[in-house]
C-alpha cells in the first residue's frame, strides 16, 4: 500500500527513520510549487512514481530523471509544466508568453518587461505560474502638475497629455496657456504647467493737465505780470484690455479714450512797457518793476523795482 505526504512550499525536509521497510523507498516529486514526498517499492521508475502519484504529464511538459529512468531512496523528480501566459500592458496588445515552470518575475523577464517604481500590477512578482494565467500591468509615472499656480505631484497612466487632462478631469479654456501640446508623450518627470487666462475690459480716468497760455500787454511795465485766468485740469476716461494670468495682471492694451471734461487753460499776461528813469536818478535807469499783491484779497501791494545800477526799491500801492 503507497504512503503520500502533500506538502506546499516545502523547505528542506527532515525524513524520519523507521518510517518503512527494506522494500520500500521515499521519493520526492517537486511539481512547480507543490512538493510530494511518495512511498513507493525499490527499483521504481519514475513513470512507476507518476502513476502511483497519480500525477499526469503533458508531452510539452519537462520532467528529471527521465520516466524510464529508476530512481533511488531519497531522489527527486522535477516537474517543470509548459504554461502559456498572457501578458497585458495597459488594456493594450496581449502577449502570450510560453515558460517551463517559473515565476511571475520569470514571465516578465523573457517578454523584455522592467517594472518601474509606480507600476501596477495583478500578481505578486516572486509567484508561480500557472497555465492559462494572465497578467495586467498598469504603467505609472510621476509627473508635475501646475494648475492655477500651485503644483502636485501626479502619479498617472496617462500617456498624452491630453489623457492627463482627462484622467484629472481639467478642462482648459481658449485663451488658457500650456507649456505642451495636447498630443505631447508624457515621460516620468515631466512638467505641465496650465496658466489660467482671463481678459476683461477696465475703466480708469485720468486728469488731463492744462496749458499755459501767455498774452503780452504794453499796458504794464516789463517784468510785471498777472493771470488773467485760471488754470482748470479736465478728466478724460481710459478703457483697457486687461490680461490676467492666474490672477495676477500681465499686460493691458487701450482700446478707447474719452475726454470727460476738457481743460481751460491758464493765462498770464505780461508787461512790456518800458520804465521811464526817475528823476534825479541820474545815470540810473529801471530794469524792471514787479507788482506783488499782499495777501489779505484787498487788492493791494507794492512794486519791486529793480535799477540798473543793481539797487533795488519798493513802492506800496
Not at 77 to 98: A, C, M
Not at 107 to 132: F, P
Not at 199 to 204: I, L, M, W
Amino acid at each position: 500500500m503507497r504512503k503520500i505526504k502533500y506538502l506546499l512550499c516545502v523547505l528542506p525536509l527532515v525524513l524520519l527513520a523507521g518510517c518503512g521497510d527494506s522494500n520500500t523507498m521515499e521519493v520526492n516529486i517537486e511539481d512547480g510549487r507543490i512538493t510530494t514526498v511518495v512511498t513507493v517499492d525499490r527499483n521504481s521508475t519514475v513513470n512507476d512514481i507518476l502513476k502511483e502519484a497519480e500525477l499526469t504529464i503533458s508531452a510539452d511538459d519537462d520532467i528529471t530523471p527521465a520516466v524510464t529512468e529508476v530512481v533511488v531512496d531519497g531522489d527527486s523528480i522535477v516537474i517543470s509544466r509548459k504554461n502559456n501566459v498572457t501578458v497585458t500592458e495597459d488594456g493594450d496588445f496581449p502577449q502570450t508568453v510560453t515558460v517551463m515552470g517559473g515565476t511571475v518575475a520569470d514571465v516578465l523577464d523573457k517578454a523584455g518587461i522592467t517594472l518601474g517604481k509606480y507600476d501596477e500590477i495583478n500578481h505578486a512578482a516572486e509567484g508561480y505560474v500557472t497555465d492559462g494565467m494572465s497578467i495586467d500591468i498598469i504603467h505609472k509615472i510621476p509627473v508635475d502638475l501646475t494648475v492655477d499656480g500651485d503644483t502636485t505631484e501626479v502619479i498617472t497612466s496617462a500617456k498624452t497629455v491630453a489623457d492627463l487632462l482627462d484622467e484629472q478631469d481639467i478642462s482648459i479654456g481658449k485663451k488658457d496657456r500650456m507649456n505642451k501640446s495636447v498630443d505631447d508623450k508624457l515621460v516620468a518627470g515631466d512638467k505641465l504647467v496650465i496658466e489660467r487666462v482671463n481678459v476683461k475690459k477696465v475703466t480708469e480716468t485720468e486728469v488731463v493737465e492744462y496749458e499755459t497760455q501767455t498774452e503780452y500787454s504794453d499796458d504794464m511795465y516789463a517784468g510785471e505780470s498777472t493771470v488773467r485766468q485760471e488754470g482748470v485740469n479736465g478728466e478724460k476716461e481710459l478703457t483697457y484690455d486687461v490680461t490676467y494670468v492666474d490672477g495676477k495682471e500681465s499686460g493691458r492694451k487701450l482700446v478707447s479714450e474719452k475726454v470727460i471734461t476738457e481743460p481751460v487753460d491758464e493765462i498770464i499776461v505780461e508787461g512790456t512797457k518800458q520804465q521811464e528813469e526817475p528823476a534825479g536818478a541820474s545815470g540810473k535807469t529801471v530794469v524792471s518793476k514787479q507788482k506783488n499783491y499782499d495777501c489779505d484779497g484787498s487788492g493791494h501791494g507794492w512794486y519791486t523795482i529793480t535799477y540798473s545800477d543793481g539797487s533795488v526799491e519798493y513802492i506800496d500801492f
